[in-house]
């Protein structure tokens, strides 16, 4: 008997359909690629190897990351999220402005949205909002509490 000195493929049972697929989604997923994120708010995430911006003092002086963000731009987000909220959020800073004389940023915005569970009358304006209860509203409104500031 000959012998071949060539080896002949095996034969395997052709690839199921979903097979090239399937490897194309676990490598998209796997590899990084030069996809990225961005905020419509804040821009194109930087690259890891660029230097940081520099930032000025008053957002450096902040209480973390993201002070700086423009109040108009975080309702805006914040809308496209949970329109309740952010109506909720405009009634707040509305009664805010309205009785303690002064405009809230939005570093005191969000630390009233999530410090502890959030503030309960700014909890209670978003669910108001959420089931147009303008009665609870009302009611609300006259018991917003004056930040660092005195009330008028």
Known sequence: MARTLFCTPPTHPPAHPCFRSLALCILAMVHPGP??????ARGPLPSPTSPPPSQPAAASAGTGLGDDIPLADYLGLLQQIAPAAAEGARTYLAASRLRCGRDLNTAELRRAMAHEGGDPVLMGLIRAAHLNDRA???QLVTQVQCLRGGSR
């Open 35 to 40: 996809w990225a994120q961005t905020s419509p």
């Open 136 to 138: 609870v509203r009302q």
